[in-house]
Nanobody, 126 residues
Framework: VQLQASGGGLVQAGGFLRLSCVAS????????MGWFRQAPGQEHEFVAA????????NYADSVQGRFAISRDSAKKTVFLQMNSLIPEDTAVYYC????????????????????WGQGTQVTVSS
């Protein structure tokens, strides 16, 4: 399984970005997909995740109402729409995937994911 994240960049506070993660898998619906981020000197932080069927999502409190995760199974791609960005959102964003959980479960811990992309930098200026 290979995950390729893209879409990061430099944006002013209040702006938006859309991250993409393309998965080299047979079927995206086999995987729960998640986004994490890591700011300098900080631990990885859960951002959002979407279940295998795509009907359920889960968000960190810090991004609830501003970010939206979605998936396009035909394109084998997961998106993270980030609106109303604030400087505290500055981090390297990683997409992650896991196959071994039941369909309805949405993991939030880093150690619950088995596959990771390379990360894409998001910088929000004030």
């Amino acid at each position: 399984v290979q995950l390729q994240a893209s879409g990061g960049g430099l944006v002013q506070a209040g702006g938006f970005l859309r991250l993409s993660c393309v998965a080299s898998v047979r079927a995206l619906s086999d995987f729960v997909m998640g986004w994490f981020r890591q700011a300098p000197g900080q631990e990885h932080e859960f951002v959002a995740a979407i279940n295998k069927a795509g009907g359920r999502t889960n968000y960190a409190d810090s991004v609830q109402g501003r970010f939206a995760i979605s998936r396009d199974s035909a394109k084998k791609t997961v998106f993270l729409q980030m609106n109303s960005l604030i400087p505290e959102d500055t981090a390297v964003y990683y997409c992650a995937a896991v196959r071994r959980y039941i369909s309805g479960y949405i993991p939030r811990r880093r150690d619950e994911y088995d596959y990771w992309g390379q990360g894409t930098q998001v910088t929000v200026s004030s």
